[in-house]
């Protein structure tokens, strides 16, 4: 996971599901399409639901391609939810409401995703997590998590996305794959495509174990998230029967994991005629009672200002993420960055957004005459981006979303050895790993050493890789200091010769360097 997913992420975690759920219904209390009913059996009652197809599928409500999502209000509502810019023939696969303006998402084959107006793209693989903004409709520049730099090898894909209570990615794959694990002594993981792991930035956990929850092999775990209580909604590629409980492709799953018990917690096919042959491919839910009033909250990870001023209304500021004051707060976070968001009103309900982490000036700033205004405001390191929407009616939202580049510097890091050549390994098993050194040299006097931002990490296919070397935008590679890269080659087959490249991006002198892995099968 890249750091502007990883401060993300945790940031979220604390409320951006049901800012999401509050945006999506606000929206469905003027499109109220059709009845809906939970299961009779759901163990844990739910106010939202959505799911996204794996075919084009014709549904009492409409036609959902699988480009799009469908999401249920209960007792009663639907709506079908169009993330723009993704390409016919590439289907979402997997995705999660990170707040109120970000949904995470994954897909089934590489392509390219616009991130702007002007053609500007965002590459994004099958083992990638991209990042929509559902106010401007494009894509962010930077992926959320990147999966050949965190041990996801390629020719995988990402079948499942979710996220626990303490932000932590939780990802399924298609097949069988070697992670690197969580806890003492470390080690690798081995993830089968009924699996459920979570990604704290750095390693793996086992969170849904299929083979001791009775799933058999050649199942596929489609679609997964996480409860408030630590429930479970699954969905699975296959009709089949757990504990007693039947169910199809087309039903999502509630696994009590204390209890080891299944119940259908949503049946597509009665619910809404899902067809036969189709699958849900993604799923995410918000149980009854969780969704708040939609009203945004601000989130800064320091010293947070924001500044609200009226002569009648009801103005409100909210700082730091948690506290909603109404008089005069102030929001300040220092160095390098400064994105303002300013919204004025004579009526209706403005909203102007800014987003930031760490070490940023951020300032908003709401004035009304009347109506209740809201600011909120959140900052980004080295970045500056400035967004007013101006109103006397309706609800204008003003969204920054600032670009994270790191500045260039006039050293060069040496990377040693320059090659690494594995002996022959048996086919399907992990050699000892290899270890490759990064040092940033302390400098002259002349020329002191200056701190090295190492962006990316990368390794392909059958070569996987572990470091403790920090990633743009952490504090840098000091001078005079160094960082490891463990590399492991897993043969997939023998006796050829396989090879790969480690990349190494940063912000010294030659910027890409990279390093030659061979090895062979037996």
Known sequence: MNSEGKAGHLAFARGGRGRFAASILAMLAAVILMSVAPAAAQTTPLSFLCVSPDITVALNGGTITPQELQCYSFPSGSLTIPPTGIPAGVNITGFFPSSSTQLLLTIDTTAALP????????TVTPRDVAS???STSFFSPSLFFTGAANGISDGTRIDALGMDGSG???????????VPKFGKGGGRLTVKPADL???NGATYSLVFDSAGA??????????????????????????????????????????NSGADGWV???????????????????VWAAPAGSTPTPTPTATATKTATATATATGGTPTATATGTR??????TATA?????????????????????????????TATATSTGGTPTATATATKTATATATATSTSGTPTATATPTVTPTPVPVTLKIKPKALKFPKTTVGTHSKPKTVKVSNPKGKKKHPGIAVQIEMISDPGVFTQTNNCPIWPASGLAAGTSCSISVTFTPSAPPTTQTGTLTITDNAHGSMQTVHLSGAGK
Not at 115 to 122: E, F, H, K, P, R
Not at 168 to 178: E, H, M, P, Q, R
Not at 228 to 252: E, K, M, R, W, Y
Not at 354 to 362: E, I, L, P, S
């Open 197 to 199: 792991v979570s990604f």
């Open 132 to 134: 929509y903004n559902t």
């Open 214 to 255: 009775g799933i058999p092999d050649g199942t596929n775990l489609d679609g997964a998230t996480m409860l408030p209580n630590t429930d479970l909604l699954l969905t699975f590629d296959v009709v089949g029967s757990i504990a007693g409980t039947d169910f199809t492709p087309t039903d999502v799953l509630e696994f």
């Open 264 to 282: 259908v917690s949503f049946d597509g096919a009665s619910t809404d005629e899902w067809p036969d042959g189709s699958q849900m491919q993604g």
């Open 115 to 122: 991130i702007n107006g002007t053609g500007g793209t965002v």
């Open 334 to 362: 220092t160095k390098t960055a400064t994105p303002t968001a300013t919204a004025t009103s004579t009526g209706g309900t403005p909203t102007a957004t800014a987003t930031a982490t760490k070490t940023a000036t951020a």
């Open 168 to 178: 932590n990615l939780l990802l399924s794959f298609d097949v069988t794959i070697s």
């Open 324 to 329: 909603t004051a109404t008089a005069t707060p």
